[in-house]
């Protein structure tokens, strides 16, 4: 019996260091065949990773022989090798498999990111505890130091902003955006200090750790977060920002805007808090900008 033209001699090994990248095939290594075999399991890699060697050649017209020979040309030792290796590299989302399609003329671009962020707006707006702002807000206000944690390029932003906004209020505040001097922040924090954390996913297990020892230490604690995360289990107070994100990979997250504004909102109520200190001191600001920047009190406050 004559071999099918699919069970050739194998060619070298392809190197990668995730198996999706590898069956993308963006370098064009793979031959014919091994490209209808890959486009086969990246239309379904939930099948993939579930179907027997058989199941998965028969899906893509191929001998059981090509699929064993086809895994180990992405470097696979074995098929079962291949499905772990394949469920694995799936962890990091579907959705960049297959990016969404979407329009991308300027017009289009604008609105969708507006758009997205009038939601978010409205969203956490709705879901917004009231409670726990005016509770943050009190802390805040009554805080002798204030410390703000947050790493990554969101919450690091985040913190940096409330520190933007209460020290122009006259609280003393620092924005924290490494582990290392936040864990060590929260080791020195004496009574009267009260510690703001930001995490997106709620899934800061170095933000958890430093909660943990601030409620060891009795200074409490407040998180802008998702609700039900560890972050949230550690924190005294939690406002909670729940938002679903879109299928969209391209776009930044309009979570962003939410945080932001809940951070408005906390430190617009700080400043009503003691109005008479705040104005003083927004005063005394504006008077430098005018002086030495602006020449009039008509531009923005500051920078």
């Known amino acids: 019996m ?17 198996l999706i990248v590898a069956l993308s095939d963006p370098e064009g290594k793979l031959s014919a065949l091994e490209r209808k075999l890959a ?14 060697i058989t199941e998965i050649a028969e ?3 191929v001998s059981p022989p090509t699929v064993t020979r086809f895994c180990r040309r992405l470097g ?4 079962s090798d291949f499905k772990v290796q394949l469920a694995r590299s799936t962890y990091v989302g579907l959705r960049y498999l297959k990016p969404e399609l979407v329009t991308s003329t300027a017009a ?12 978010a ?10 409670a726990a702002v005016e509770e943050a807000v009190r802390l805040l206000s009554n805080a002798q130091m204030i410390y703000a944690f ?17 020290f122009r209020f006259g609280l003393r505040i620092a924005s924290c955006n490494d582990h290392g001097m936040s864990l060590m922040l929260s080791a020195a924090a004496q009574p009267g200090t009260v510690v703001f954390g930001s995490s997106f996913t709620g899934r800061n297990l170095e933000l958890v750790r430093s909660f943990g020892l601030l409620r060891d230490r009795g200074i409490p604690t407040i998180a802008i977060t998702q609700s039900g995360s560890p972050v949230a289990a550690a924190a005294d107070v939690v406002i909670a920002v729940d938002l679903p994100e879109g299928k969209n990979i391209f776009r930044a997250s309009s979570t962003r805007f939410a945080f932001l504004a809940a951070v408005d909102i906390i430190a617009n109520l700080v400043a009503y ?31």
């Open 2 to 18: 004559i071999k099918p033209q699919d069970d050739a001699i194998e060619p070298a090994p392809l190197t990668a260091s995730d």
């Open 39 to 52: 486009a086969s399991v990246l239309a379904d890699v939930n099948f993939a990773t579930n179907a027997s």
């Open 59 to 61: 899906r893509a017209g």
């Open 76 to 79: 696979c030792v074995s098929f």
């Open 108 to 119: 289009e671009v604008a609105e969708d990111i507006v758009t997205k962020a009038q939601n």
């Open 121 to 130: 707006l409205f969203e956490m707006h709705r879901g917004l505890d009231l």
């Open 150 to 166: 947050g790493s990554g390029g969101n919450s690091s932003m985040i913190v940096n902003e409330l520190q933007n906004r209460l």
């Open 273 to 303: 808090a003691d109005r008479d200190r705040s104005a003083r001191i927004l005063r005394g600001i504006k008077e430098q900008l005018v002086k030495h920047r602006d020449g009039d009190d008509r531009q923005l406050l500051g920078d």
